[in-house]
């Protein structure tokens, strides 16, 4: 068991960027599948990006296609959600989440379902607004 730690949110202004990271203190996230997930006010919770533990391409929802990259560092044992060229409507409170070792991020899905998962996040809020 362990918990995943989400970091990097803030405020930024349209056009800016940040740098999320997902981890597992203490743990490592090498074989499982990261998932993104946000959940704007008033919305429901939606499937970011995906990465697999090995193999495959990463997946991105059509809304961040171009402008956000997923990726690990596995000597750090974190995974990381780059945005760039941010948006309001991509304020949200942003979740990793992680499980399904073996799992391969495919053409067939964006992502696992929320509930497929094992591990999530608390969350950290991302504000973009001038």
């Known amino acids: 068991q362990f918990k995943l730690v989400e970091s990097g949110g803030g405020l930024v202004q349209p056009g800016g960027s940040l740098r999320l990271s997902c981890g597992a203190p203490?743990?490592?996230?090498?074989?499982?599948?990261i998932g993104w997930f946000r959940q704007a006010p008033g919305k429901e919770r939606e499937g970011v990006s995906c990465?697999?533990?090995?193999?495959?391409?990463?997946n991105y929802a059509d809304s961040v296609k171009g402008r956000f990259t997923i990726s690990r560092d596995n000597a750090a044992k974190t995974v990381y959600l780059q945005m760039n060229n941010l948006n309001p409507e991509d304020t949200a409170v942003y979740y990793c989440?992680?499980?399904?070792?073996?799992?391969?991020?495919?053409?067939?899905?964006?992502?696992?379902?929320?509930?497929?998962?094992?591990?999530w996040g608390q969350g950290t809020q991302v504000t973009v607004s001038s």
């Open positions: 989440a992680a499980g399904i070792p073996g799992y391969v991020c495919n053409d067939d899905r964006l992502t696992p379902e929320w509930h497929e998962y094992d591990y």
């Open positions: 203490g743990f490592n996230l090498d074989y499982y599948v």
């Open positions: 990465i697999s533990s090995v193999g495959g391409d990463p």
